[in-house]
């Protein structure tokens, strides 16, 4: 048989199509494979792309949904939401080789942006190249994690109090940021149960509304770490769920210590007055006569029975006159600005020309230059 009885030819237009490799055994043949250059690309489309796509976004937090599900992006605006998806819904031909692609966005109004897509690339050994536009709709919604935060929705409460006074304001602020925080961490793991729909300043304290019991207790717990306290647990039945599970709502109770760190306080055992360190567990702290440890009786806890002579922030600087002994220093009263002997800490620097100290009625006493509290371990 000569060549030009065995060359096959095109089923459509007749002409010779080009020898190409036969596929290996057991692979299917591609059934364009018989047509000619002209017939195989006069219906090709190197991009498989659809009319258009529509996105719908949270307007609250971002979050686009996919399937059956809201999913933070993490897009700076709805042109990367766009551009996104586009590349998601995009085909390219399978036998395209060497493929290079661009989109550009054109913003056509609020919500509509038309997605200019370029795409070329070698098939059958020829370069082919080819343009298309999608335009995206964008539509506004709201996600399951914004409804429930609007609706108010929590199935925590944290009720922050404080032990025979009111909280200050900075713990009242703290409380908030370490509770702002810890819902900060979960959210970076993609938790989007994490949220706190509600936060009200109360009297004598701060109450928060947290989406979960686990993460109120989390918060409450670290707000008891930081600050010292204790947490107490109280669970309420609201309902039950799809299972027949009983659902609980839990208030968690955190009491500041009466005696938070960097009160002065006096036990009144004769041992002088006492700057409290930590609140955690067991009061312990300084004695500002000596520089000697204080640490409450086991049964005392954090709330030892003690007159309160005020805080670190009321103390103010005064001159040293003179060190008499190992056990006297004289300071400026800094009310009276007498000479005043007043007992010499350990922590008492004899070089030094001033000095803290803190007023009151139980006298002048001598501060130490720092003032924070210890790291010991936290607990109930």
């Not at 089923?11 to 596929?23: A, L």
Request: aromatic letters at 6%; charged letters at 30%; a negative charge.
């Amino acid at each position: 048989m000569t060549d030009a009885e065995s060359r096959e030819f095109c089923p459509r237009c007749g002409d010779p199509v080009p020898d190409r490799d036969d596929p290996l055994p057991g692979q299917p043949r591609d059934r364009d494979a018989v047509l000619c250059n002209d017939c195989y690309f006069a219906d090709f489309d190197l991009v498989d792309a659809p009319d258009r796509i529509e996105v719908q976004v949270c307007s609250g937090c971002g979050a686009v949904h996919r399937g059956n599900r809201w999913v933070d992006v993490g897009a700076d605006d709805y042109t990367d939401i766009a551009i996104d998806e586009v590349s998601s819904a995009l085909g390219v031909h399978l036998t395209a080789e060497d493929v290079q692609w661009g989109i550009e966005a054109e913003q056509v109004d609020e919500n509509t942006i038309r997605m200019h897509c370029r795409f070329s690339g070698a098939v059958r050994g020829t370069y082919v190249e080819e343009a298309v536009t999608v335009p995206v709709m964008i539509a506004r919604g709201t996600c399951d994690r914004c409804g429930r935060i609007a609706g108010g929705y929590y199935a925590a409460e944290i009720q922050v109090r404080a032990d025979g006074r009111t909280p200050t304001s900075e713990e009242r602020s703290r409380a908030v940021e370490i509770a702002e925080s810890y819902v900060a961490e979960r959210e970076a793991t993609g938790d989007r149960n994490a949220f706190i729909s509600d936060v009200q300043d109360k009297d004598d304290g701060v109450d928060l509304k947290i989406s979960t019991n686990q993460m109120g207790g989390g918060i409450a717990k670290r707000i008891r770490r930081e600050l010292g306290g204790s947490v107490e647990e109280y669970p309420t039945l609201v309902t039950e769920d799809g299972d027949g599970n009983e659902v609980y709502r839990v208030t968690f109770a955190v009491r500041l210590p009466r005696y938070p760190p960097g009160t002065v306080i006096d036990p009144e055992d004769g041992d002088g007055p006492v700057l409290v360190r930590s609140a955690r567990r067991r009061l312990k702290g300084v004695r500002l006569a000596t520089g000697e440890s204080y640490e409450a009786a086991y049964e005392e806890g954090i709330a030892p029975d003690a007159r309160r002579l005020g805080t670190v922030d009321d103390a103010e600087e005064t001159t040293v006159v003179t060190v008499e002994d190992d056990y006297a220093v004289q300071v400026l009263d800094p009310e009276t600005y007498e000479a005043k002997t007043v007992p010499r800490p350990d922590y008492f620097d004899p070089a030094a020309e001033t000095v803290r100290v803190l007023r009151s009625r139980a006298g002048v006493h001598v501060l130490p230059e720092s003032s924070d509290d210890d790291t010991d371990g936290g607990g109930t």
